[in-house]
């Protein structure tokens, strides 16, 4: 028998590559393939392939799907924490997190941290991190608008959202990744709309598997 190894990258073991799994937490963040593209710095042929790509691995039809799609992948932590997050409190903690648009992010930051005396936490492709008193201000490059959004805390991510979409929330979009600090934490986010429609984000920690 031939021991000569099949030609081609072998099979990734998750669900969706690396690659694709960037490109679909951030269309399940709401963002545009041109946003997806700048925050990643690919092109936007490359977010077009790759959205192809999932819509067919997935076996969905429509990026409105996708947004809505609760998978999870295979290196997360939410993996091994996700009994943790369903079960735990679905009580609404304190604002953890104001999100605001502005034109020049590199202006920005140097603005919130020069003039205004803001602590910069950490940066992540077009957007800056800010501490004010243990609320987190994100600014985040696009055209600036005269409303920010509110991102409350919560210790289950989701039985919080599970206890608030009985109640009669509508969920704009599927808990997701959105960072990864270089401990391993990640940062999770779910956003639904409040009775005016406007989006309200649901965020939580989760902890390196041990």
């Not at 205004?116 to 800010?130: H, I, R, S, T, V």
């Not at 990864?180 to 406007?198: A, C, I, K, L, S």
């Amino acid at each position: 028998m031939s021991n000569a190894r099949p030609r081609g990258r072998p099979a990734h073991p998750d669900t969706l590559t690396p690659a694709e799994w960037r490109v679909a937490e951030g269309v399940r963040h709401g963002l545009s393939n041109p946003q997806i593209a700048a925050r990643q710095g690919v092109s936007l042929d490359a977010v077009k392939f790759h959205v192809s790509n999932i819509l067919g691995k997935l076996g969905l039809s429509s990026r409105a799907e996708l947004r809505r799609w609760t998978g999870v992948a295979a290196d997360s932590a939410m993996v091994k924490g996700q009994t943790a997050m369903t079960e735990g409190t679905s009580t609404i903690g304190t604002i953890g997190q104001i999100a605001r648009t502005v034109s020049d992010i590199d202006a920005a930051r140097t603005w919130y941290r020069d003039v205004l005396g803001l602590e910069p936490l950490f940066d992540a492709g077009n957007m800056a991190f800010f501490s004010c008193q243990g609320t987190r201000l994100m600014l985040v490059e696009g055209e600036a608008g005269p409303e920010s959004i509110l991102y409350f805390t919560v210790a289950g991510l989701h039985g919080s959202l599970a206890r608030i979409e009985a109640a009669g929330a509508k969920v704009a979009s599927a808990p997701h990744r959105i960072h990864t600090h270089e401990d391993g934490t990640e940062e999770w986010v779910v956003f639904v709309e409040d009775n005016d429609g406007r989006p309200l984000g649901l965020m939580a920690k989760v902890a390196p598997a041990d």
